[in-house]
Structure formats: C-alpha cells, structure tokens
C-alpha cells in the first residue's frame, strides 16, 4: 500500500497562508498528485492537481493557491495564500500511478486529511 502523509494544517485568520506538504512512500512512479477538499455538509471537491507536465485549479483558488511537487521526495506542496473563510475544510491528499512492485501494478492513494480553518 503506498501511504501518504500529509502535514501543514492549522488556523489561520483570513488573508493569511499556510503552506501544506504531502509525501508518498515507497517505490513508486507517480503519474499525478492533487489535493482536495470537504467542507461539512459538502461533497469533495478538487483544489488543485499537478502532473508530470500540466496543472490544473478550481476556479475559487486560482490566483491564490499555487500548487508544485518535488518529484525526488515523492512530495506534493499546496502553497495557500489569501484565504478566505470558505476555504475551511479538510485537506486531502491524492497520489495515483504505478509501483516498482509488482511490475506495473497501479495505485490510486488518499492521505488521512488535515484541518485547514479560516476565521474571519
């Protein structure tokens, strides 16, 4: 099972940032990495995702969230400045691509989630 672990989370008041970290393990080929979000009551939603050429944003963090991946660590990084109180929920972490191990297997993984709090 290739595990994510994330970190970064906290409370911060709005217009501030905080910076979110996500590490793969294992002997992995990563073909994509993202974050998501669920607020309470709400559905998850993609924030960002970054691949080995492309990257992609919701519309509602675009100009404010810059995601980036530093592909020797296995580790993704959700750098989140202005936020705004509607930012609230859990983070989560996304990996998916394939494994050394067996050959070709794929894997498609979620990290446990972290807090990220917006007060106005």
């Known amino acids: 099972q290739v595990q994510l672990v994330e970190s970064g989370g906290g409370l911060v008041q709005a217009g501030g940032s905080l910076r979110l970290s996500c590490a793969a393990s294992?002997?992995?080929?990563?073909?994509?990495m993202g974050w998501y979000r669920q607020a309470p009551g709400k559905q998850r939603e993609l924030v960002a995702v970054i691949r080995r050429d492309s990257t992609n944003y919701a519309d509602s963090v675009k100009g404010r969230f810059t995601i980036s991946r530093d592909n020797a660590k296995n580790t993704v990084y959700l750098q989140m400045n202005s936020l705004k109180p509607e930012d609230t929920a859990v983070y989560y972490c996304?990996?998916?691509?394939?494994?050394?191990?067996?050959?070709?297997?794929?894997?498609?993984?979620w990290g446990q989630g972290t807090q990220v709090t917006v007060s106005s």
């Open positions: 294992g002997n992995i080929f990563i073909n994509a």
């Open positions: 996304n990996a998916n691509g394939k494994r050394w191990y067996p050959p070709g297997s794929e894997f498609d993984s």
